[in-house]
């Protein structure tokens, strides 16, 4: 299942970018098709630039707290950026953008801590026991 799941993403991150070009290229689309196109293309950007960014939980410079905090600004600005790149500006104004981007940015970095701490802690757990079983063999 690992194998599987690897291929699909190594095919997608290949074959999207491809794909994308070729539209823009051949010009495959209508009035409306170009709109479409446009919001992919900023979405994919935004998604490539939160990649970069998440290259900041590789180092250990900083605390997970600090790091997650410079995540989650760094991807709000982007999101925000994008956002506006896509359009969203023609349909409501920045400050109503930024009110309807934040409660949802709250939730998932609420959902990463949750998630995080609860493997930090697992990981601990099985470190205790390994040690624990180590002491008891010596």
Not at 54 to 73: E, K
Not at 120 to 125: G, M, R
Request: hydrophobic share 60%; proline share 2%; glycine share 6%.
């Amino acid at each position: 299942m690992k194998s599987l799941i690897r291929h699909i993403a190594v095919a997608t991150a290949i074959g999207f970018p491809f794909t994308l070009i070729c539209l823009w290229i051949f010009g495959a689309y209508d009035a409306t098709g170009v709109v479409v196109l446009r919001m992919c293309t900023v979405w994919y950007i935004a998604s490539i630039l939160y990649g970069v960014v998440s290259m900041i939980y590789d180092f250990d410079i900083l605390s997970l707290p600090v790091t997650i905090i410079i995540h989650f600004i760094v991807c709000f600005v982007i999101t925000i950026g994008a956002a506006a790149a896509a359009g969203l500006l023609q349909v409501m104004s920045f400050g109503k953008m930024l009110l309807s981007v934040a409660p949802v940015f709250v939730i998932i970095y609420a959902v990463i801590c949750v998630i995080t701490t609860m493997a930090i802690k697992h990981d601990e757990k099985q470190i205790n026991n390994k040690i624990k079983s180590l002491d008891k063999r010596g």
